[in-house]
C-alpha cells in the first residue's frame, strides 16, 4: 500500500524530518506499506492540505492545525497566545484531556493524529526590543495568527498581513516594524538581517507556540492492517520524541544565529508574560469564547493542566 | 509505469492538445484532467475546483491587472507618441537618429507597461509611419519595433517576472531590478546594431534627419513628464518603504489612470471602458492559464513525474553548461510555439530545481528566460509582436518583418551569452539595492 | 497561432488585427438567433462585474496603503479582500473573454486541415472544452455547497464566509460553460466559422 504525505517545508526542516522518520520506520517494519512524501509544498499549498485530508484524497500531513480553523473553530487554540510556557508544558497538554477533546473534533473531520508537537517563536523588532505589550503600541506589526492578531491589536500595535516570505522585503524597506512568527521562519527567511533586536522563546517563557502534528485520515489508518497499523504507531511514537527534542533545540539554535548576526538578545520577564497573557485574556481568549460555542470549555481544560 | 516515460506520454498529449485550436488554459485543464481520471481515479475530480480557486488565492498576482492596466491605458494616449517625438527632436544629429529614437522610446515605455506588444503597439502606430517616410527599409523600422517591444517583459515592470516570481516563489522586487541592466544591455545592442545597418545601407538622408532648433526641443520636454512622474512614482513606491512591489502596481494603476485621464483628457466614459475592457480581457486571460497551469503541475506532482524528471536529470553526469544549453534550446523552442506565460508556468516547477542543483541562480535563470521568450516573441511560426506590427503596417509583409528581426534575434543571443560568462549583468543590481540574496 | 488580447492574427488568415488596446475586438457573432444574443448579453455583463472588481481591487489597494503608509493604522481586511475580488474577476470574466475571443490559443493543427476537416476538429475540441468546463463547474458547485452548508470561514480576523468568496466558482463556470455552448452553436447553424478562420 502506498500513503501519500504532503507538506510545505524543505528537506532539511524538522518537520520534513518527523515525516521521513514515519517513512523510513514503516518501511523497516517491512509490512508491505510505503509512505511517499511530498515536501515544499510540491502537491498542495499549505493552506489547502486539510481539506483533501478530511476526504481521504490526501493520507497524511504534517501542518499548523489553526490553518483549519476556519472549518473548525475550536482548532484556533492551538495557536493561541500564552497559553503554553514551554516545551515541556506543550508535551502535558498534548497528553491532556484537552487534547483528547480535540482529536474528537478532528475525528468528526475523519482526522486522526500520529504526531503530537509544538513549535516556538518569538518577536523581531527592527528598531527596538519587544518584550511587554508596551513596545508595540504604534509599530506596523505583522503577527502569525489570527489569535496573535487580536492580541497585538489589544496592545495598539498596527497590524498588516503579508506572507512570512515578505517579512524580509517589508523589513528592510520599513513598511514593517515588527514581526512575531516561528523561530525556523526567521532563520530561514534570514530576518536576521534587518532586524536590531530579536526577543526568543526561552526555557522560561515562550508566548508563540503552534500545533503542528503530523495527521492521518482515520478511515485510509482504519483499513490497513493490524500490522501495518502497528508499524505505523510505532514509527509515529520514535518521531514524536525527536520532535520535542529538536524543537526544543530550535530556539536555542535560532538564537545563535541572531547572536552572530550581532543583532541583541532580548528576553521576556515573568512579569511581561503576565502582562501578555492579561491582554490576551481580554482579546484573543474572548474573541475565541465568542465564537465557540464551547469555547470556554475548551479553553478551562487547557487552562488546566499544569 | 515509469513516471519518465509517463512524463513523455504527457508532453506529447499536451502538444497535441494544445496545437488543436483549444485555448491554452482549456487544453491544460483537459489534459490534467484526462491523466488524473486515468492514474488517480474519478475522486481526484473532486480537487480541480480548488486547485483552480487555490492558485489564484495569491496577492501577488494582483500586480498582473495593475501592470497591464498601466500599460493599456498609457498606450491609449498619445503619450507615447508624445515620448518617442521628444527623443527624435533631442537625437536628431545623431545618425540614425530616428531608429534610435524609437528604441529608446520603446525601453521607456517598457519601464510602465508590464507586457511586450502593448509597448510594440504604442510606439509603433506612431514610429513605423515616420521611419518609413524618412527613407529607412520597411525591415529596419518594423524589425526595430518588433524587437524594442519585447523590452516590455525585461525592463520592469513585467507580467511574466511576476508570474515566474509566484511560480518559483523568488523576490519579484529582486526580479523586476535584475531586469533592467540586462534590457539597458539589449537596448544598447539593438542601437549598435540600427547604426551600423544604418550606416552600411550609405544612404545619407538617413544619417542627417530633420534639424530641429532649441526651442523645439525644449518646448516638448514638458510633455515628456508625466511618464517620469509615473516612472519615478512607481519607483519611490517600490523601494522607497512605502508598498510591496505587488502593492505597487495599484499605485501605478492609478498613477497611470489618472495621468492618462487628467493629463491626457481621456475622460470619454467609452474610451475609458476600452482601456478598462482590454486589461480585463488580457488579465482574465492570464490568470486563468495561471490557475491552469497549477492543476496541470499537481498532475505532474501526483503522478510523481516532476520528481522523477528532477532525479533523472540528477544522476546524468552533464556539464552544468551543457545541461542549461538544452534547457534553454528547450525554452527556445517552446517558446516559438506557446506565449510567455504559458511557457514559464509548465516548465518552471520542473526546470527550477533541476537548475538550483546545478549551481545556477534562480534571478539569473529568470533574465535567461526571459530573453528567450523575447525571441519566442518576435519569431515564426507564433510571434505576437510580429501580428502587432503587421497590425500597424498591414503593407510590410511577414516576410520582411521577419527579416528586420532576425539581427535583432542575434542581438538576443548575444545578449544571453553575456549574460552566461558575466551573470553579475542580471545579480549585480538586486545585490546592491536589496542586499545579497535570501 | 497564437490569438490574444492585443492581437487575434494568424500568418495565412485573413482576420482582421486588432492592436493593442485599440480598434474593436474580434468577438462572437450571434446573428438574429435569440439563445445567442441572450448568452452574449449575460457574458458582457459578466465583463463588466469583472471590470469592476478590478476596479474596486486598485481602490482598495491604495487605500491600504494610504491607511497603513499616512495613517498607520491597521489594514487587516484589504489583502483579503483584494484576493478575492482579482479572483472574482477572472473566474466571472471568463464568459466575457471567451466572447471577445481573448483567451489566447494556437490553431497550427486547424490551420493545417481543409475546411471539412477543421469544423469537425472544431465540434470536437469545444465538446472536450465543454465537458471540461462542466466538471468543473459541477465540482464547483458542491464545492461552494459543502463552503456554505458547514459555515466555512476564512481564518483571519477578518474572518469571510467562504462560500460568498466560492460563489465565483459555480457562477463563472456556468456562464463560461452557456458561452462556449452558444460557440459551437453559432458554428453549427454557420453564424460563425470553426477558430474563426475564414475560407479560403
Ligand atoms: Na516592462
Ligand atoms: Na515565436
Known sequence: TELRLSHQWSNQDIRHQVAQMVADGVAEADVDLEIKIFPSRSLFKPREQYRPLTRGQLDMTVLPLSYAGGQQPAFNLTLMPGLVKNHDHAARLSASPYMAALEEKMAEDDVMVLVHGYLAGGFVGKDKCITSPADVDGLQTRAAGKAFEQMLAGANASITSMASSEIYNAMQTGILNAANTSSSSFVSYRIYEQVSCYTPATEDFALWFMYQPLLMNKSTFEGLSEEQQNALLAAAEKAEAFYLEEAKKQDAASVKVFEDAGVEIAAMTAEDFEEWRALAQETSYKAFVEDVPDGQALLDMALAVE | MDPILLGGIVALATILVLFSGVSVALGLLIVSTGFLLIFDG?????????????????????AIPMFIIMGSSIASTRAGADLYEALERWLTRVPGGLVISNLGACALFSAMSGSSPATCAAIGKMGIPEMRKRGYPDGVAAGSIAAGGTLGILIPPSVTMIVYGIATETSIGRLFLAGVIPGLLLVGLFMAWSLYSTWKSGDQMLLASRVYSWKEKFEILPRVLPFLAIIVGVLYAMYGGIATPSETAAVGALLCLLIAIIIYKLWNPKDLWVVLRDS??????????????????????????????????GTLDVNRWVLMGFVMLFLLVAGFFLPPVAVILMAAPILLPIITTAGFDPIW?????????????????????????????????????????????????????????????????????????? | MQRSPQCSETLTSKRKIDMAGQSSAVTARTGNNPFLRGVAVLSTLAGWCSAAMIVAAVAITCQMIFVRFVLNQSTVWQTEAVIYLAIGATLVGLPYVQQLRGHVNVDLIPLALSPGARYYMY???????????AIVLFYGFEHWHLAYERNWKSDTIWAVRLWIPYLAIPVGFGLFLLQLIADLVAVLLKIDTPFGLEDE
Open chain 2, 42 to 62: 474519478l475522486r481526484s475530480l473532486e480537487l480541480i475546483p480548488e486547485i483552480l480557486f487555490g492558485k489564484l488565492d495569491n496577492f501577488a498576482l494582483l
Open chain 2, 280 to 313: 480585463t480581457k488580457e488579465s482574465v486571460m492570464i490568470m486563468f492559464i495561471i490557475a491552469a497551469a497549477g492543476v496541470f503541475s499537481y498532475m505532474l506532482s501526483s503522478l510523481f513525474i516532476t520528481q522523477a524528471i528532477a532525479e533523472w536529470i
Open chain 3, 123 to 133: 465540434i470536437l475540441t469545444m465538446t472536450l472544452s465543454i465537458v471540461m468546463v
Open chain 2, 365 to 438: 535563470f529568470a533574465v535567461v528566460l526571459t530573453i528567450n521568450m523575447e525571441i519566442g516573441l518576435i519569431s515564426p511560426p507564433v510571434g505576437l509582436n510580429l501580428y502587432v506590427i503587421n497590425g500597424i503596417a498591414p503593407d510590410i509583409s511577414l516576410k520582411t518583418i521577419l527579416k528586420g528581426s532576425l539581427p535583432f534575434v542575434a542581438c538576443m543571443v548575444i545578449a544571453i551569452i553575456l549574460l552566461c560568462f558575466f551573470p553579475g549583468i542580471a545579480t549585480w543590481l538586486p545585490d546592491v539595492i536589496m542586499g545579497e540574496a535570501v
